[in-house]
């Protein structure tokens, strides 16, 4: 007989009491520190005023316990809401125990209460862990990704000087700029380049084909700011044409852990070391803003061979995969009942 109880509950700003938030603060303590993530606050007062801005802007938050014994919690966050039809709930792990089809029960009852317009929610499944539901439920596998990651200290050091050095030389009619906000004046060329580049992207994922709009990406960037996320750029241009970005997410208070995103150029402007040339520069403007850097991650679609051979040769190292488990609304309800 199992007698397992599982509660789960949403973290509400009119609702929540100071203690609370003092427990809420504690488990996210708990998960830090059995996974060795980064706690991005210092108190329980900082992650009341970060999480209280996430739900302003449409975040669910919950707390998950077992027969009254905290094991975690979970983020749920709308993504693609500029595309009906495609739109869905991201599901953010933050489980202290394996993700179970019990557990699964009580996030699909969640989601349904959390949004009526989402027709999807995205589980993701680290090395093979939540592949489970495949079968239990019928999920359907979206992206697959490899997991990269490069320790500072075993970084191609001389390679990447090497690299800055050359392609500096090589692009002496190229224009390398770094920025943290896109100027207004160049906003919808970004968002033109950066959406062109997003389809181009040899993956399998509709998730990530989908239009930068600036408005969007302005209002982003002023929330991420309110959580002391920012985003470095480096961009080239031909002429005062963009031609090439990457760009890379960092949390000021917490430098040891950054995390590589996109990089990209034109098609006519590939197989050059433009890539090369950015990627370079963005390490040796991280080291030096930031000698306590540890580590970056990104992740990288298999097809994007460039990408990882690039990524290797600068030191990343392979260090898994992640799948996106994509489960319909129908699916769920038939699942629940």
């Not at 700029?177 to 181009?200: A, K, Q, W």
């Not at 433009?274 to 000698?291: Q, T, V």
Request: charged share 30%; aromatic share 14%.
């Amino acid at each position: 007989m199992n007698n397992t109880q599982i509660n789960i509950r949403r973290i509400e700003k009119e609702t929540y009491s100071d203690q609370d938030w003092k427990n809420y603060f504690k488990i996210r303590e708990m998960y830090s520190e059995k996974f060795g993530k980064p706690m991005f606050f210092k108190s329980w007062e900082q992650l009341k005023e970060l999480t209280n801005l996430w739900i302003e802007d449409g975040g669910g938050f919950y707390t998950v316990h077992e027969n009254n014994k905290p094991i975690g919690f979970f983020v749920f966050v709308i993504q693609l809401k500029e595309y009906k039809e495609r739109q869905y709930v991201f599901y953010r792990d933050g489980l202290l125990v394996d993700f179970s089809e019990e557990i699964m029960g009580k996030i699909g009852e969640c989601f349904l209460d959390y949004d009526s317009s989402s027709n999807y929610l995205l589980i993701q499944s680290s090395n093979g862990k939540n592949d489970f539901l495949v079968e239990s439920i019928n999920a359907e596998i979206g992206d697959n990704i490899e997991l990269w990651s490069l320790n500072v200290k075993q970084a191609k050091i001389e390679l990447i000087n090497d690299w800055f050095k050359t392609y500096t030389e090589k692009f002496e009619n190229y224009e390398l700029r770094h920025y943290e906000d896109i100027p207004d004046d160049l906003l919808n060329e970004y968002c033109s380049v950066l959406t062109g580049l997003r389809y181009d992207m040899p993956t399998k994922s509709e998730a990530s084909k989908r239009e930068a709009d600036p408005t969007e990406l302005r209002k982003r960037e002023e929330h991420n700011k309110k959580n002391n996320w920012y985003t470095y750029r480096y961009l080239v241009f031909d002429e005062g044409k963009l031609i090439g970005m990457t760009n890379l997410s960092l949390n000021k208070n917490k430098p040891e852990i950054m995390y590589q995103n996109m990089t990209g150029t034109l098609k006519k402007y590939r197989r050059k070391g433009i890539g090369k040339w950015m990627k370079s520069a963005m390490f040796l403007r991280l080291i030096k803003e930031f000698p306590s850097l540890e580590s970056i991650d990104t992740r990288v679609d298999p097809e994007n061979i460039g990408s990882i051979e690039l990524s290797r040769k600068m030191g990343f190292e392979n260090i898994g995969f992640k799948k996106d488990l994509i489960i319909s609304r129908e699916k769920i309800i038939e699942y629940l009942n």
